[in-house]
């Protein structure tokens, strides 16, 4: 398999990961009907008062499991003394600040790349390699370059989305329409215009998948380095209190967790149907 | 630059001295692939004279398109050489546009930005841009949609904006290569008649290439037909048809048949079933 061979593939399988997600993304952030979402949120009222009713009745250790009253009472005292958004506003800057440099840096590497063939196949190689590499595996490292405060869980963060950012964005790059570019140029435009007129727009969409999946992957970043070593965050939360076996703690920095992450992905569902309306693949923009 | 100027320019002896607005002489153009050499077009010759409609007819991969992007300035002939208005061509150039089957309308613009792409890339104010283009989305009757996005239009709308969009930038030779052939044909019919009827109105200069007999036939002053690979001209039929730049008169006129039937029987040999 040659190196282009296997670049596609990699994009091939990012792209179909990316439409897995993006298919129930639509459907969860779609207009939702009111039946819906009265059952989803009975759903997991039924969940909670169960597992509250298993630990109660004794059939459940409440040491191990935690107990879902004791996690909300406790969600609600550190939300009211500014402990919980302490931590969580920790993790959200340095996961959304990791988000977004990462995206940038990355889409803006494979757009230039455009302008060089020869350059793009040099470096593709690395972008695959890295790719397939786990890239948490370099956190260690990076917490000892930029110490144990922020500047490491963003830049992880970064790391991890930037990658993807870029085999992403460039997939958009290679996939543009050489007919669209060969229009800019008969109407007397150079390859500055093909770029800016062209490249860039239809790389658009690809840079918003790209953003879809890294929502995730950076959280994964952020709270793995919280995990290795950090004093704030909800990785941090989630690690010293699992430690001292004060599991609806835990359980309630998780479920915190789950919110920021719902949170930003219908934000950027919002977004990009704002943005990327004219976009074949994008569900129609939600109506209400 | 071409070096071999293999054929001599056979200028039709009837032609009167004014130069053609284009012409191919002895064009040859070679692809390669891997280490195959594939000619698709050879010793191709034939010209366009001002404000007529001519038409290229031939069976699939006789290099119709190859001859339309030569022309257009996007690509160089391995031989042979192309002039417009008598200066030969060497990159894409102001008085020539095209229009492709595939409407390449830019799907992050609304109509009205689509029509404008050829205008941004000319020296004028925004203002006058938009005017314009304005008076293009008019002219092809889409009054009313200029702020729509290409996705919900329909086939026929698209290449009115891509008509549009070819006629903006003022363009004296129109290379059409199919741009009617993806449509339906109730809706390719009456596009036909709006493109014959505004073609003619704004006096320019049209090389259509086709593959659809009845079309060339209703429309063309000229029609040529192309050989299959490598492509060549291999006859030529001057079509008196068209003279009410009507493709419905024309092909109500009860000479059609025969100009139909006159270029089928030359091409039905180049048909492979």
């Given at each position: 398999m040659s190196r282009s061979e296997a670049a596609s593939v990699a994009a091939t399988e990012t792209r179909a990961l990316e439409r897995a997600l993006r298919g129930r993304l639509d459907r969860c952030f779609a207009q939702i009907p009111w039946r819906v979402l009265g059952l989803?949120?009975?759903?997991?009222?039924?969940?909670?008062?169960?597992?509250?009713?298993?630990?109660?009745?004794?059939?459940?250790?409440?040491?191990?499991?935690?107990?879902p009253s004791e996690m909300i009472s406790y969600v609600a005292a550190t939300l009211l003394d500014g402990s919980l958004l302490y931590h969580g506003w920790v993790t959200l800057c340095e996961q959304a600040i990791g988000l977004v440099l990462g995206t940038a840096v990355g889409s803006a590497i494979a757009l230039a790349l455009w302008w060089s063939g020869f350059l793009s196949r040099v470096l593709e190689t690395y972008a695959v390699i890295i790719n397939a590499t786990p890239k948490i595996v370099i956190a260690p490292l990076l917490v000892v370059w930029f110490g144990l405060g922020m500047a490491s869980k963003v830049m992880i963060s970064a790391l991890v989305t930037g990658v993807v950012a870029w085999l992403?964005?460039?997939?958009?790059?290679?996939?543009?329409?050489?007919?669209?570019?060969?229009?800019?140029?008969?109407?007397?435009?150079?390859?500055?215009?093909?770029?800016?007129k062209i490249v860039v727009p239809s790389t658009m969409p690809f840079v918003f998948a790209t953003l879809?999946?890294?929502?995730?992957?950076?959280?994964?970043?952020?709270?793995?380095?919280?995990?290795?070593?950090s004093t704030a965050g909800l990785g941090y939360l989630v690690d010293s209190t699992s430690k001292a076996y004060e599991m609806s703690h835990t359980l309630g920095a998780i479920a915190v967790i789950a919110v920021i992450a719902a949170a930003e992905l219908w934000a950027l569902s919002r977004l990009e149907a704002h943005l990327m309306h004219w976009s074949d693949d994008i569900a129609p923009a939600p109506t209400s | 630059m071409t070096i071999g100027l293999t054929s001599q320019a056979p200028m039709p002896a009837s032609a009167p001295s004014p130069t053609p607005r284009v012409a191919f002489i002895g064009v040859r153009k070679v692809f390669w692939q891997g280490t195959r050499e594939i000619v698709a077009v050879e010793d191709l010759t034939f010209t366009v004279e001002d404000q007529k409609f001519v038409s290229i007819i031939g069976p699939s991969g006789c290099g119709?398109?190859?001859?339309?992007?030569?022309?257009?300035?996007?690509?160089?002939?391995?031989?042979?050489?192309?002039?417009?208005?008598?200066?030969?061509?060497?990159g894409p150039q102001a008085k020539v546009a095209f229009m492709l089957q595939k409407d390449l309308l830019l799907p992050w613009r609304t109509v009205l930005g689509n029509v404008m792409l050829g205008l941004e890339l000319r020296p004028m104010s925004s203002a006058e841009r938009h005017e314009r283009a304005m008076a293009l989305i008019q002219r092809?009757?889409?009054?009313?949609?200029?702020?729509?996005?290409?996705?919900?239009?329909?086939?026929?709308?698209?290449?009115?904006?891509?008509?549009?969009?070819?006629?903006?930038?003022?363009?004296?030779?129109?290379?059409?290569?199919?741009?009617?052939?993806?449509?339906?044909?109730q809706t390719k019919l009456r596009m036909e008649e709006e493109l014959v009827r505004i073609l003619a109105e704004e006096r320019k200069t049209v090389l259509l290439i086709t593959h659809d007999i009845a079309e060339a036939v209703s429309v063309s002053d000229k029609v040529l037909v192309c050989s299959g690979r490598p492509g060549r001209i291999k006859a030529e039929h001057a079509i008196p048809l068209a003279k009410h730049h009507s493709p419905e008169a024309a092909r109500n006129n009860p000479d059609f048949v025969h100009y139909f039937d006159l270029l089928w029987q030359e091409l039905r040999t180049d048909v492979a079933v």
């Open positions: 989803q949120v009975g759903l997991i009222g039924l969940l909670l008062v169960a597992w509250e009713g298993t630990v109660r009745a004794g059939l459940a250790d409440p040491f191990f499991f935690g107990e992403g964005a460039f997939d958009g790059v290679r996939r543009c329409d050489p007919d669209q570019s060969d229009l800019v140029r008969a109407l007397g435009g150079g390859e500055r215009q093909v770029f800016v879809r999946l890294n929502v995730g992957f950076s959280l994964i970043g952020v709270i793995t380095g919280e995990f290795l070593s | 119709k398109s190859t001859a339309l992007k030569l022309l257009s300035g996007l690509d160089r002939p391995s031989a042979g050489r192309i002039l417009v208005d008598g200066v030969e061509v060497d092809v009757g889409l009054d009313g949609f200029e702020a729509s996005y290409p996705k919900h239009l329909s086939g026929g709308m698209r290449q009115r904006v891509a008509l549009a969009r070819t006629l903006a930038v003022d363009p004296e030779i129109l290379l059409l290569d199919e741009p009617l052939s993806a449509l339906d044909y």
